[in-house]
T-cell receptor, first 109, second 114 residues
Framework: DAGITQSPRHKVTETGTPVTLRCHQT?????MYWYRQDPGHGLRLIHY???????DKGEVSDGYSVSRSKTEDFLLTLESATSSQTSVYFC????????FGSGTQLSVL | AQSVTQPDIHITVSEGASLELRCNYS??????LFWYVQSPGQGLQLLLK??????LVQGIKGFEAEFKRSQSSFNLRKPSVHWSDAAEYFC????????????FGTGTRLKVLA
């Protein structure tokens, strides 16, 4: 959808390790977002970007950082993964509406 | 701060019955408002959106929503539900400040009885 590629699609990691998820878009959209989806919590905004090097915190940003050095890439880093960060992570971009990637299933053991 | 409340976690309706899903928001002004649907194992699909103007908005699949400023609500309706409407529905608000921060509600899971 809208040329959004998330990588990896699945990842299993251990507590305490750093993890980086990548979102790549081919639509030249200015706005990009990282969400996590958990049962009973819906989608919660982690961080978002409104331009290259312009990012801001969302609702659940603790333990996460992001970088956007070019329009097409938005990286989400879990600095030291914890089991509570086991989730499905969605990247999205915005034109007049949000376009979502296919998601990354992350398991932290 | 922006927030969205969907008070109903689960709703069950019979096929052919009418449907209303509730959404209340908190925002300092009138935000942009959206309804998305997510079928099991699928991504999110936009049903409809409200930016300004007519407060009754028509969407895809026969859905409509009404923006009520006085109640800070944006409820989703469908006059006759089909079995294929079973899914999870999310209301979302976006800031109008230029950063377009999108916040989603916790979702309402719809079950349709045959």
């Amino acid at each position: 959808d809208a040329g959004i590629t998330q990588s990896p699609r699945h990842k299993v990691t251990e507590t305490g390790t750093p993890v980086t998820l990548r979102c790549h878009q081919t639509e030249n959209h200015r706005y990009m977002y990282w969400y996590r989806q958990d049962p009973g919590h819906g989608l919660r905004l982690i961080h978002y970007s409104y331009g290259v090097k312009d990012t801001d915190k969302g609702e659940v940003s603790d333990g996460y950082s992001v970088s956007r050095s070019k329009t097409e890439d938005f990286l989400l880093t879990l600095e030291s993964a914890t089991s509570s960060q086991t989730s499905v992570y969605f990247c999205a971009t915005r034109d007049e509406k949000l376009f979502f990637g296919s998601g990354t299933q992350l398991s932290v053991l | 701060a922006q927030s969205v409340t969907q008070p109903d976690i689960h709703i069950t309706v019979s096929e052919g019955a009418s449907l209303e899903l509730r959404c209340n928001y908190s925002y300092g002004a009138t935000p942009y408002l959206f309804w998305y649907v997510q079928s099991p194992g699928q991504g999110l699909q936009l049903l409809l959106k409200y930016f300004s103007g007519d407060t009754l908005v028509q969407g895809i699949k026969g859905f409509e929503a009404e923006f009520k400023r006085s109640q800070s609500s944006f409820n989703l309706r469908k006059p006759s539900v089909h079995w294929s409407d079973a899914a999870e529905y999310f209301c979302a608000v976006a800031s109008t400040s230029g950063t377009y921060k999108y916040i989603f509600g916790t979702g309402t899971r719809l079950k349709v009885l045959a």
